[in-house]
């Protein structure tokens, strides 16, 4: 893959991400947030599912059923949903930047729960991602019983969701295809889902616009997004694919603006600067001491220090 193609294509991925936002904020008040996650579940399985198909990869996922249901349970059914009912009171660029917060969790969960060692500055990073959602909420105790308290609950717990669900990915499942997860994931998630759907049934027959948004979640900002996801990973490498994150509030807030007609408040862009600052730091890999070098001629010459890929 080629530089520029490889930018247009990162550049691709954060705006279909982003956008995910603005669909769940158009579509989630007239399906409901189960029906229009199991909807976007079904819709991007059904364009996955084939390709594991195709790559005669299926028996990997079927062997692997009971991981692959706690990870589509954990990184697709429970925050989508979570995240669909925020969009319900919450202006799209907000909810995605709640999201943002999924590092920090991360790395919280990673020194509490698996008992990781670390730095003084990811300390640093957390404090000042934790200003940063203190700050998008204006500074204001609004974590009440009102809607507007409960959806930041909502898409903080989101947050929360996908920071358990990536270490229990790399225990259960560093050796299955990434293809395979996401398929068999989402598939998993879908079916959870099922039983929640009698009770959740929209009152009214949903608008065309409303049904092109689910349309576009589940094709775009699901499964083409993986597919994308995939190929940058292949070709950059997990860590430099995983920085789209940055980039995916900014979009959310750019589509909120230009379709919805929402307000980027200087809280937000406060806040936004003051997650991605914080995970930035706290996600930093640590530096490795420099190497013991042998003495003689030209050893004082090679010094070098390397850093985690």
Not at 93 to 99: E, F, H, K, M, V
Request: with cysteine.
């Amino acid at each position: 893959m080629k530089r520029w193609q490889a930018v247009m294509e990162f550049v691709l991925l954060a705006a279909v991400w982003g956008g995910s936002f603005l669909f769940m904020r158009v579509a989630a008040p007239e399906f409901g947030p189960v029906w229009l996650i199991e909807l976007r579940l079904v819709l991007a399985s059904a364009v996955l599912v084939p390709l594991v198909m195709r790559q005669g990869k299926w028996q990997a996922g079927l062997t692997l059923w009971r991981p692959l249901l706690v990870v589509g349970v954990l990184n697709s059914a429970l925050p989508f949903v979570l995240l669909a009912s925020a969009t319900l009171t919450l202006p799209a660029g907000l909810t995605s930047i709640l999201n943002a917060t999924a590092p920090l969790f991360g790395t919280a969960i990673a020194l509490i729960w698996l008992r990781e060692r670390y730095s003084v500055a990811q300390f640093a990073g957390l404090a000042i991602g934790f200003v940063g959602v203190v700050v998008l909420l204006g500074w204001q105790p609004t974590l009440d019983a009102s809607g507007f308290g409960l959806a930041v609950v909502a898409g903080l717990s989101a947050a929360c969701c996908y920071a358990i669900a990536a270490p229990y990915v790399r225990h259960h499942l560093a050796e299955v295809p990434s293809l395979v997860i996401a398929a068999g994931s989402l598939t998993g998630a879908s079916l959870v889902l099922v039983p929640l759907l009698p009770f959740t049934i929209p009152e009214v027959m949903p608008s065309a616009q409303s049904i092109a948004a689910v349309v576009a979640l589940a094709l775009l900002s699901t499964a083409l997004a993986y597919l994308l996801y995939f190929r940058l990973i292949a070709h950059l490498g997990s860590t430099r694919a995983l920085t789209v994150g940055y980039l995916i509030p900014l979009f959310a807030m750019v589509w909120g603006v230009l379709w919805l007609g929402e307000t980027v408040t200087p809280s937000m862009g406060l806040g936004c600067g003051l997650v991605l600052l914080g995970t930035a730091i706290a996600n930093r890999p640590p530096r490795q001491p420099a190497p013991v070098l042998p003495s003689g001629p030209g050893a004082a010459n090679s010094e070098t220090r390397k850093r985690h890929p």
